[in-house]
């Protein structure tokens, strides 16, 4: 299967600043990718489809000023998490999908802490 | 709209013995079915997939899941389990007739392995 890769894997920030989270598809062109977002001891829960060369398509209930997607190549798609409060402080996990009705490959995650 | 029910949050087992995950799941077309595994702050790995075919689908570590659908179920089992299977495991479901790429998941359910 494919492998995906996300940097940081984890990262500490003061409530105010801007968060990047990077998703790299490393052996697979990845026309699109999603971002979920994690609490402790619950489910995934989509954020956004991340589409490459053009706008991200979000989820409802999810603010897109907030969570901007860039996905400016194949193998790359960042989420900036944009003046971060500590309700922002989540597990994000990118996946990146093969384009046929298959299984979607995941990154191994970033947690994110906002102080 | 699509969605997926895990209806344990937890299931205990000896080591050895048995083990079922269970997950329902509502479509309004066709589903693929999906279980992905889940370790500590760590991102999802596919376990395994039913797409078409046999009802009866073999996965990673030994796990396989039966398609059943009139009881719209697809439920997880392993015949001897392991300590090492204790994780958080994720039923999903991807409607053919919805399009796009888009998973449901279940809330997950935590499987406790014990000597």
């Known amino acids: 299967g494919a492998v995906v890769s996300q940097h940081p894997s984890w990262v500490i920030c003061k409530s105010g600043t801007s968060v990047k989270i990077e998703c790299r598809s490393l052996?697979?062109?990845?026309?699109?990718m999603f971002w979920y977002r994690q609490f402790p001891k619950q489910s995934l829960m989509l954020m956004a489809t991340?589409?490459?060369?053009?706008?991200?398509?979000?989820e409802q209930g999810v603010e897109k000023d907030k969570f901007l997607i860039n996905h400016a190549s194949l193998t790359l798609s960042t989420l900036t998490v944009t003046s971060a409060h500590p309700e922002d402080s989540s597990f994000y996990i990118c996946?990146?999908?093969?384009?046929?009705?298959?299984?979607?490959?995941f990154g191994p995650g970033t947690r994110l802490t906002v102080l | 709209a699509q969605s997926v029910a895990q209806p344990e949050d937890q299931v205990n087992v000896a080591e050895g013995n048995p083990l079922t995950v269970k997950c329902t799941y509502s479509?309004?077309?066709?589903?693929?079915l999906f279980w992905y595994v889940q370790y500590p702050n760590r991102g999802l790995q596919f376990l395994l997939k039913y797409i078409t075919g046999d009802n009866l689908v073999k996965g990673s570590y030994g796990f396989e899941a039966e398609f059943n659908k009139s009881q719209t179920s697809f439920h997880l089992k392993k015949p001897s389990a392991l300590v090492s299977d204790s994780a958080l495991y994720f039923c999903a479901v991807r409607d053919i007739g919805g399009g796009g790429n888009k998973l449901t998941f279940g809330t997950g359910t935590q499987l406790k392995v014990e000597l």
């Open positions: 052996d697979f062109q990845a026309t699109t």
């Open positions: 479509v309004s077309g066709n589903p693929y």
């Open positions: 991340s589409n490459e060369g053009s706008k991200a398509t979000y």
């Open positions: 996946s990146e999908a093969s384009g046929r009705h298959d299984e979607q490959f």
